[in-house]
């Protein structure tokens, strides 16, 4: 998986919607990412509905739209979840603390664990809470 980094909602709502006090951050990180040769973004099919659902209810179903168009165009992998992750993801929320990791969060910690991923691209701390790099040039 060689510059290919996985993607959390958070990241993607915070590109979309310029009120997003992620915005500015979420374009920068976009830029670095950018820098790689040939960088691939990939995300669950889980993010992908968290995103487009978040999207049309905070900002407008014309922006889930543009993203959902904007992912095809652009290459953006959505990844099925396998039966075995899935059940690694369950086990990773069981273990959890905080009430703040959701299961789409605990996804992608067992996605990470899993495979070769340059890094995550988030602004969830928790992230860090549990093992997992987040890209950050």
């Known amino acids: 998986m060689e510059n290919e980094f996985l993607a959390d909602a958070d990241f993607l709502i915070a590109l979309y919607s310029k009120n997003d ?4 951050k979420a374009l920068k990180l976009l830029e670095r990412v ?3 040769f040939r960088p691939r973004i990939v995300i669950s099919m889980l ?3 968290e995103v487009v659902t978040i999207l049309s209810q905070r900002v407008a179903q014309k922006t889930a739209h543009h993203f959902m168009d904007d992912s095809e165009q652009q290459g953006i992998t959505v990844m099925a979840i396998t039966q075995e992750i899935f059940r690694f993801a369950q086990d990773i929320f069981r273990r959890q603390r ?4 959701s ?3 605990a996804t992608n910690i067992a996605l990470m664990q899993n495979k070769s991923f340059m890094g995550l691209l ?8 549990n093992g997992i790099r987040l890209f950050n040039p």
């Open 21 to 24: 006090t992620n915005h500015a």
């Open 122 to 129: 988030s602004f969830d701390r928790d992230y860090l809470k």
């Open 103 to 105: 299961f789409v969060d």
């Open 34 to 36: 950018a820098d790689f």
């Open 98 to 101: 905080s009430k703040n990791v």
């Open 47 to 49: 993010v992908y509905g």
